[in-house]
């Protein structure tokens, strides 16, 4: 039988096997993490062009915002 002539290598097998699959979920994770932080960006994005909208609405309508004193 091979395992007898050289015990370790289910061990090694093993190990190869976990080390491929930790590099395979830090990959996929890395990709998620990515998708994540370019939504964040994209909603920031938006959210900037949203108050712009706005401030150009209140303005042409005449409305003064409320100075607020975090602002």
Known sequence: ???QENPSQ???DLTVFVQNLLQQMQGRFQQMSDAILNR???MGSRIDEL???IGQLMEEAGVEEAK???R
């Open 51 to 53: 108050e712009k909208s």
């Open 1 to 3: 039988m091979a395992d």
């Open 68 to 70: 607020s004193p975090n």
């Open 10 to 12: 289910p061990a090694e």
């Open 40 to 42: 964040i960006d994209d």
